[in-house]
């Protein structure tokens, strides 16, 4: 038998026991995982962190019953979604506003889909200050956005216990929500394109839970040369459907052909639908659009900011290929910033000018204007 300090004696087999349920526990990035999956449902979860603990839910999807179980909560939105609801913004990036409706008010607040149904919402009050743990707003809103959910969250500081079977996490700090995950390789298989010719397609899985990303490799690039690239954002409705409304799917198009007459190259194909938001916040965001808002507007009354991707995963994934020099096919200087910033050596940038109609050359436009897009 082995004594511990513990004071605690186990036998050699109970403690090998022990030591490997201990191995089925959670890890912090797993429980992580899990909050975003119960945010999605409209579960709460709890955050702990040193302001104490806090219950968090998604506004968009809390319903009137559990909203009506979170006494002392307050609405968490970010400074974007605040100026254009025109409420105090005391915590820099988020706003915390006492709650004066209920769940269709709290939805109203998130939802800019329901602005003009609902224009009149205030007066608000606004909270400043250390009470009410505005930390854990902050991290909550971040969770919202890793959900694809709107950036907005109820959040309801706990004196007690916290109600039994919710999902309960350390509130990730700044440095961890902002860390991207590590990669690996799930598969890769030989796939013929019909545009690009022969290829392989390569599924890299994070381990964060987070959306998988692809690469398909045309033909046989030379891992010694800069290699034609392009970091391409997933757009269901521009690859898939045809859309007018952007130039992704003939982007897309131009790159494989491309690729295929150059004898080889890299399409990154990164599962960052609407600059980042997901496909429903990018619908809502068309719904703006329609209503005379550009591109930007529209992201910025939806609680986002201009673009939410994260292209040190382009980076990540090049290095994983065992790829350290591009020519780049891209008219955004952010993916050439950022490639270079994390160790690949961008050689050339390629400019990619196709598929501009008559219904997104304002789209297109706004991007040069605001967002630095080289035309």
């Known amino acids: 038998m082995f004594h511990f300090p513990t004071k605690t004696l186990y036998t050699f087999p109970e403690f090998c026991l022990r030591d490997t349920r201990m191995s089925l526990v959670p890890t912090p990035l797993e429980l992580r995982a899990r909050a975003r999956a119960d945010l999605r449902l409209g579960l709460p979860v709890v955050l702990d962190g040193p302001e104490g603990a806090a219950l ?20 968490a939105i970010t400074a974007r979604r605040a100026e254009t609801l025109k409420a105090r913004c005391y915590d820099g990036d988020i ?13 109203a607040m998130a939802d800019p889909a329901r602005d003009l149904n609902a ?6 009050s606004s909270l400043r200050g250390p009470e009410g743990a505005p930390g854990l707003a ?27 079977g919710l999902t309960r996490i350390k509130a990730p700090t700044a440095p961890e929500l902002t ?7 799930a598969i890769s298989a030989r796939l013929p394109m019909h545009l690009a010719g022969a290829g392989r397609l390569h599924v890299f899985r994070p381990d964060d839970g987070g959306e998988e990303h692809y690469v398909a490799e045309v033909g046989r690039p030379d891992r010694d040369a800069a290699v034609l690239t392009r970091l391409h954002s997933a757009c269901f409705t521009g690859d898939v459907l045809g859309s007018l409304k952007c130039d992704c799917g003939p982007q897309l198009h131009a790159a494989l052909a491309a690729m295929k007459a150059a004898g080889g190259g890299i399409l990154l194909y990164l599962n960052q639908e609407g600059r980042g938001i997901g496909l429903a916040n990018k619908m809502r965001a068309y719904s703006l659009q329609d209503q005379g808002f550009d591109t930007v507007e529209a992201n ?4 986002f900011e201009d673009d939410e991707r994260d292209f040190r995963i382009g980076a990540a994934l090049l290095a994983k290929m065992g790829i350290g020099k591009v020519r780049l096919m891209t008219n955004n200087p952010a993916k ?3 490639l270079a910033e994390h160790g690949i050596e961008v050689v050339e940038r390629v400019p990619l000018h196709v598929g501009e109609t008559d219904q997104n050359r304002a789209y297109l436009a706004t ?9």
Do not use: C, N, Q
């Open 95 to 107: 706003a915390r506003i006492a709650l004066t409706g209920g769940a269709d008010w709290v939805g």
């Open 138 to 164: 902050r991290a909550g809103i971040w969770l919202a956005k890793e959900a694809r959910l709107l950036p907005a969250v109820v959040v309801a500081p706990l004196t007690g216990e916290a109600p039994a």
């Open 336 to 338: 050439l910033a950022m």
């Open 300 to 303: 910025h009354r939806l609680g």
């Open 56 to 75: 968090v839910i998604s506004a968009e999807l809390v319903s009137a019953a559990r909203l009506a179980a979170m006494p002392g909560a307050y609405l």
């Open 367 to 375: 991007k040069a204007a605001k967002s630095g897009h080289l035309r």
């Open 179 to 185: 860390a991207p995950p590590s990669y690996g390789e």
């Open 119 to 124: 224009p009149m919402k205030g007066p608000f």
